[in-house]
């Protein structure tokens, strides 16, 4: 069971916003991602708690964030209901998507796992809604994403098979590179690896069966 730390910040103007605590484990259900944010300062800031089923497709997803509470899973597309910070009212959402993303690394490595890309084959469009923090608020966005490389990298545990992505924002045209190990993300924008206790857990290979 991976559990670690990542440092978070602003992608363009590398303002710290806070760290995330995290473990994750897969099960014979698919993988769950549970941590908890704080801020710059140490206040806690909120939490994330993501599953998803073997396809990657989310069984459950429980944001929170400022006072305001996320709850989602694939329905029809994807259905989430958003509470406010007085809980007297509550929004409800549904859209023609594949999954859930926002600032937490759990949704780059849950979209992998549901794209399941091959090296160097052509790029995948996914749409997706996002949370956006502080308030969680939702965003319908697409995205395309392409597998450019898988390399094995020599570890005191045996080799450890590191994934290249390459993520494009297909409304700005913006591109961006990720890296991720099993179900740990190495590096992306905002976002670094600052500690992790155990080696990331391996999925079984997509090109298997």
Do not use: K
């Amino acid at each position: 069971m991976p559990r670690g730390r990542y440092s978070l910040h602003d992608p363009h103007d590398h303002t710290p916003l806070g760290e995330e605590h995290f473990h994750c484990a897969p099960g014979p259900s698919g993988w769950r991602y549970v941590s908890q944010t704080t801020a710059p300062s140490g206040e806690h800031r909120g939490s994330v708690d993501l599953a998803i089923d073997e396809l990657g497709r989310p069984q459950r997803l429980e944001l929170h964030a400022a006072s305001w509470q996320v709850r989602g899973a694939a329905l029809d597309g994807v259905t989430w209901v958003r509470t406010d910070p007085t809980g007297t009212h509550a929004t409800e959402g549904n859209v023609r998507a594949y999954a859930f993303t926002g600032t937490s690394p759990a949704f780059l490595v849950a979209t992998a796992r549901l794209l399941r890309l091959i090296p160097r084959s052509p790029a995948t469009r996914v749409r997706l809604v996002a949370f956006t923090e502080p308030v969680l608020a939702p965003r319908t966005v697409d995205q395309s994403w392409a597998l450019l490389r898988s390399e094995a990298h020599a570890t005191d545990n045996g080799p450890l098979m590191v994934d290249e992505y390459q993520v494009s924002a297909l409304d700005t045209g913006e591109q961006h590179t990720v890296h991720i190990a099993g179900d740990v993300v190495l590096a992306a924008p905002g976002i670094e690896l600052e500690d992790l206790e155990t080696p990331p857990s391996v999925f079984p290979d997509p090109t298997q069966g």
